[in-house]
């Protein structure tokens, strides 16, 4: 079975990489960008879109939901439910009724902030937040939020402390997992981009297909491969944290040694 799915998953990609080097041009030109810039306009264009989108809709998402759901845990847990429907919502539209939606939204954005490619970041905030909120919650799901937001408060922290020095550094995992998952859904979006006429670098590689198709299969390699290499690091992460937290639960759990036996029957100082 393991050989099958490793056959029906890896022979395209070998087909991919010998039709993309057919033309000997194609990869040294990919890995030029004065060359790509000069010789494929558009694509070099998409591929800064899609970087910037990434990383403004990571900023984003993370500016919007981490406070959400810190605070949804603190102060209204009985909204958690209500928080986590709304985030799901997402997976239960299809992307193209989703742009149904947002098109008549999309002429008043492009009213005010004009019709950048970055606009796009509003959407994609939206699209995300399915994975980056399960993301999140889970990281605090493994965390004593209250007692430590009580704790930094008492001794005289305030909220932007408690969230900054004291959350934050216990979620860092959940928080760069959240924004791994944001960065390969958008480097792989064309539905949005293509009907709301923004460019991207889905849509790049779709008209680039039409005049020089070794390069575009090129470029959907490299975009594969950078999204394997984040699930990747993604899965890294969460094995290293699963581990770190044995490894504290172990030494939490084992009996205490004469020096520590002692030490508890002496009187504080």
Do not use: H
């Not at 020089?212 to 290293?240: D, N, P, Y």
């Amino acid at each position: 079975m393991l050989l099958v799915l490793g056959v029906f998953f890896l022979l395209p990609l070998v087909a991919m990489v010998e039709f993309s080097t057919r033309d000997s041009s194609t990869w040294p030109a990919l890995f030029n960008w004065p060359e790509l810039s000069e010789r494929y306009p558009a694509l070099a264009e998409g591929i800064t879109s899609s970087l910037l989108q990434a990383a403004l809709t990571a900023l984003l998402m993370l500016v919007l939901l981490v406070p959400t759901a810190v605070w949804g845990r603190l102060r209204l847990p009985r909204l958690r439910r209500l928080v986590e429907f709304l985030c799901l919502l997402p997976l239960t539209i299809p992307a193209i009724v989703l742009v149904v939606g947002l098109a008549p939204v999309y002429a008043w954005v492009t009213y005010f902030f004009g019709g950048s490619s970055l606009t796009l970041v509003f959407a994609y905030t939206i699209l995300v937040l399915p994975y980056a909120y399960r993301a999140i919650d889970a990281g605090l799901s493994a965390i004593d939020v209250k007692t430590l937001a009580e704790a930094a408060r008492s001794l005289g922290a305030s909220w932007a402390t408690v969230m900054w020095r004291v959350v934050l550094p216990n979620i860092r995992s959940a928080v760069l997992s959240a924004a791994f998952l944001t960065v390969a859904l958008v480097l792989g979006e064309f539905t949005i981009a293509s009907l709301l006429n923004r460019t991207n670098l889905q849509v790049a590689i779709n008209f680039l297909g039409k005049s020089s198709a070794t390069m575009s299969v090129a470029v959907s390699l490299t975009a594969l491969l950078l999204a394997f290499v984040l699930l990747l690091l993604l899965s890294l992460l969460g094995e290293r944290r699963r581990s770190g937290s044995a490894v504290a639960a172990v030494a939490t759990a084992a009996p205490a040694g004469p020096a520590t036996a002692v030490a508890s029957k002496e009187p504080a100082a």
